[in-house]
């Protein structure tokens, strides 16, 4: 069954450090693959998802992702935290049209 | 713009009583889904439908029933409360492309005493 796994339950980075959250999947075949961003008491919105071409991936608010097919993964970066970027952060994968399955999440810090 | 309305957005039911979650979109997406997410949990796939009339059972089935008699509407219905359905749930929809995201609701808080 498709899967995704996100290493680091919490991540914790200084104002202005790279961001780097971590997504791997399991599928024989590159599925379909999002980053979503939830902010406290709220729903989720999508920053950025990979479907075909370019494997890398440039989402809202200075974020991006790199497809890596050779690594399963499809990782999260921003070159420079901001307070604002304080919030939970789910990676997805949609391998057949029906099903979206979402990883366990990673709450991202921001140090002053 | 819409999008996706869930109501209502905070419950508090006692044990054995039944409720239903309302969700509703304004997109025509064929597809819904609830989900129900709990701290480190990420987000568990209760039931989806793909069109008006047909439903499906995702990962965390037990204890709920849905029914989709309109595009638009997804209702959920909570039977006989538990404790463990204590969580946020959340309504998404989207279209039937692969390569298409899901939209979220604001989420409905409910807690089972």
């Known amino acids: 069954a498709q899967s995704v796994t996100q290493l680091g339950s919490h991540v914790s980075v200084s104002e202005g450090a790279l961001v780097l959250l971590r997504c791997n999947y399991s599928?024989?075949?590159?599925?379909?693959l999002f980053w979503y961003v939830q902010y406290p008491n709220q729903g989720l919105q999508l920053l950025l998802k990979?479907?075909?071409?370019?494997?890398l991936v440039k989402g809202i608010n200075g974020f991006e992702a790199e497809f890596k097919k050779s690594e399963t993964s499809f990782h999260l970066t921003k070159p420079s935290a901001h307070m604002s970027d304080a919030a939970e952060y789910f990676c997805?994968?949609?391998?057949?049209?029906?099903?979206?399955?979402f990883g366990s999440g990673t709450r991202l810090s921001i140090r002053p | 713009n819409a999008g996706v309305t869930q109501t209502p957005k905070f419950r508090i039911l006692k044990i054995g009583q039944s409720m239903t979650l309302q969700c509703a979109q304004d997109m025509n997406h064929n597809y819904m889904y609830w989900y129900r997410q709990d701290p480190g949990m990420g987000l568990k796939l209760i039931y989806y439908s793909v069109g008006a009339g047909i439903t499906d059972k995702g990962e965390v089935p037990n204890g709920y029933n849905v029914s989709r008699s309109t595009t638009e509407d997804f209702p959920l219905r909570l039977e006989l409360a538990a404790p463990s359905q204590t969580s946020v749930y959340f309504c998404?929809?989207?279209?039937?492309?692969?390569?298409?995201?899901?939209?979220f609701g604001q989420g409905t808080r409910l807690t089972v005493v």
């Open positions: 998404a929809s989207s279209y039937q492309d692969t390569n298409t995201e899901a939209f």
């Open positions: 997805a994968v949609r391998k057949f049209a029906s099903k979206i399955i």
């Open positions: 990979y479907t075909t071409g370019a494997t």
């Open positions: 599928s024989s075949v590159p599925p379909y």
